[in-house]
């Protein structure tokens, strides 16, 4: 802002002093490190026309555009395919996680029928377990019927015995 406030104050430098530029020349030769040692920040600065200015930034703009166009166009086409990579991905993460649950259900589905299995056959040792449960009470009921049998028919037996040892006694006879 500062050189802009100057060049408007002073006339400018390809209308009323050409030294500039020829000094601009030399100073685009000189060494870098002398021209540290010989310039002060006030007195040496270059002023420059600004259509100068102008057509340099044109140039330059003319110059570099293109490529900077085409770099453009190219990431914005690696932009738009990384795009359509992201999605193919998440399509197949998708997929990998569909498959994964189905084997996650086949796996459930071989457990269940393990364990539909086991049960079928727990069932079958009961009911047998059961039948011959019965069978045994059935058993039991009638083993005890028949030891209560014998166990009557022992006493009838024993009554019998000991009424006829009471017949067998020998009674008195009567004096008449």
């Known amino acids: 802002m500062e050189q802009e406030g100057r060049e408007e104050e002073q006339p400018s430098s390809s209308q009323s002093d050409p030294a500039p530029t ?12 002398s021209l540290c040692a010989e310039l002060s920040p006030l007195e040496d600065i270059v002023f420059v026309d600004k259509q100068a200015v102008e057509k340099l930034t044109s140039g330059l703009i003319s110059h570099y555009l293109p490529d900077l166009q085409n770099s453009k166009r190219a990431l914005q086409e690696l932009t738009q395919n990384q795009g359509i990579l992201l999605d193919t991905l998440e399509q197949e993460i998708t997929k990998f996680r569909e498959c994964n649950s189905l084997l996650d259900m086949h796996s459930l589905f071989t457990e269940a029928k393990f364990y539909h299995n086991k049960l079928v056959s727990i069932r079958k040792e009961m009911l047998m377990l059961h039948e011959k449960t019965t069978k045994l009470k059935k058993r039991a009921l009638k083993l005890q019927q028949q030891r209560q049998k014998e166990a009557l028919e022992k006493e009838q037996q024993r009554e019998k015995e000991l009424e006829r040892e009471r ?5 008195p006879a009567k004096r008449t």
């Open 22 to 33: 020829s000094d601009h020349k030399d100073f685009a030769s000189t060494d870098s490190s």
């Open 167 to 171: 017949q067998l006694i020998a009674k």
